[in-house]
């Protein structure tokens, strides 16, 4: 498999992506990893003309940390996020996320930004966003702007982001307490039939905050707040699990595919979020 | 559309290729530069065959254009060992018979190198989480696993003596 015939750039700033972005429009893509969209390429499946490598953009990769504050270049990869051991004492979440994405080659190359911007349902970063409550950091011709994760996603491969627009990093708090990403798939390298994230903080046992949100389970991912609300001020016992995880199971809204029928997917989805809960009410 | 220059090294040898923007890293190697170990296996970022070693990273050629490989320090089976000479990862898959049809072998073995560079010494749970990315579709995963643990333990061995 072939893809069709497109002109090569390779800028080395965000401005000389920008500026070539709005020279050509519909007809440019920017790539990164690459692992979503050399496939769909190669099958015919889309028409570029203009592919814009953002490998030569030095600014758009590493990690920081800075005041609590945790802030990661679009085009840091999910292997470099996995070995990043000042990553991991901040968010513990995102290295137990990653492991759970495609497999070895494609993490050395797969990265946060292409994750969360290609805007696809299946895809686990965007609904670990979610639940980290992350912003976005968007430039563009008229500058830069940022978009909360939770207002990113409008439908599938839709979102906030502008065509003229590029994704340069993701920022979100340092964590606390008790994290799980849960997922359940067919096989590795598989997406989601489902999966969850959850966040857990326990103060004198009760819980004071708590965050879950669900992946591969809508055509967006879904923050779950009826979830987080039975959650917080509970003693997250086994009453409250069940109820956390009927409030989460009913905001979903999975399609029938090849993974299952819809009321299938439910019922995985309710096992994962129980599942995600418990381990991080067990870290808590 | 325009030829271009790419410029990498593979396997020790700088090599300067003109080629279209759309050539994929694993036709550019085989057909190009004549270099056929890397298989064509999925042609769709599932079977791992193509693998080769990128900047210190395994990655699947077939899906990275050759024109992202710009400037990078490429190894493929070929620049691992030879036949008068093998590596010892291919030593031992040749003892334990971690080959059947040996489709996948190179692909395999190219990503054992570099999880073993990464970690010298793997469990076998980590070992068969690191080839996860590479299908044997003769399913001969017990004796690839035994021949990448075997390999570990043997280049330890040898670091220590050394």
Redesign the interface.
């Known amino acids: 498999m072939v893809p069709g015939a497109f002109n090569y750039h390779r800028p080395d700033s965000v401005d000389g992506v920008v500026s070539l972005l709005g020279e050509w429009g519909d007809d440019a893509r920017v790539i990164a990893g690459g692992h979503s969209l050399i496939p769909v390429m190669k099958q015919r499946l889309t028409d570029i003309s203009h592919l814009i490598d953002l490998a030569g953009v030095d600014v758009l990769k590493g990690i920081s940390i800075d005041g609590g504050t945790v802030t990661i270049g679009a085009m840091t990869t999910q292997h470099e996020l996995i070995t990043s051991d000042t990553l991991h004492g901040a968010a513990p979440i995102i290295r137990e996320a990653s492991l759970q994405i495609a497999d070895p080659q494609v993490r050395y190359v797969g990265t946060i930004g292409g994750n969360v911007a290609n805007g696809d349902p299946a895809n686990d970063m965007p609904g670990l966003m979610q639940t980290l409550d992350a912003t976005y950091h968007l430039a563009g011709p008229n500058g830069v702007r940022t978009v909360a994760a939770r207002e990113f996603y409008e439908a599938a491969y839709f979102t906030a982001r502008e065509d003229d627009e590029i994704l340069t990093a993701v920022s979100f708090s340092a964590t606390s307490g008790g994290y799980a990403y849960e997922k359940q798939k067919r096989k590795i390298g598989d997406y989601a039939t489902a999966a969850a994230g959850v966040l857990l903080t326990m103060d004198g046992g009760v819980c004071s905050s708590a965050s879950v949100a669900l992946t591969n389970l809508s055509d967006t991912p879904v923050y779950c707040e009826a979830a987080v609300d039975v959650l917080v001020g509970s003693s997250v016992d086994d009453a409250a699990i069940a109820e956390a995880v009927k409030a989460a199971v009913d905001a979903s809204d999975p399609v029938a595919d090849t993974r299952g029928p819809v009321d299938f997917k439910k019922y995985v989805a309710g096992v994962i979020v129980k599942r995600a809960i418990h381990s991080a009410r067990s870290r808590a | 559309?325009?030829k271009?220059h790419v410029k990498m090294t593979v396997n020790g040898k700088n090599v300067d290729l003109l080629t279209?923007?759309?050539?994929?890293l694993i036709?550019a190697l085989r057909e190009e530069l004549g270099i056929t170990g890397p298989h064509v296996g999925c042609?769709?970022?599932?079977c791992?065959a193509c693998?080769v070693d990128m900047n210190g990273?395994?990655?699947?050629s077939c899906?990275?254009?050759a024109?992202?490989a710009?400037g990078a320090d490429i190894t493929t089976i070929e620049g691992l060992g030879t036949p008068d000479a093998l590596h010892v990862l291919q030593e031992m898959f040749k003892e334990h018979h971690g080959l059947q049809c040996g489709y996948c072998t190179p692909g395999m073995i190219t990503?054992a190198y570099r999880?073993l560079q990464e970690n010298p010494t793997p469990t076998e749970e980590e070992v068969r989480?690191?080839?996860?990315?590479n299908l044997c579709r003769c399913t001969g995963y017990q004796n690839i696993v035994k021949a990448i643990l075997e390999a570990a333990a043997k280049m330890n061995d040898m670091k220590e003596s050394a």
């Open positions: 559309m325009e271009m279209e923007p759309r050539t994929l036709h042609s769709s970022s599932h791992g693998t990273m395994s990655v699947k899906t990275v254009f024109a992202q710009e990503r999880l989480f690191g080839i996860a990315g």
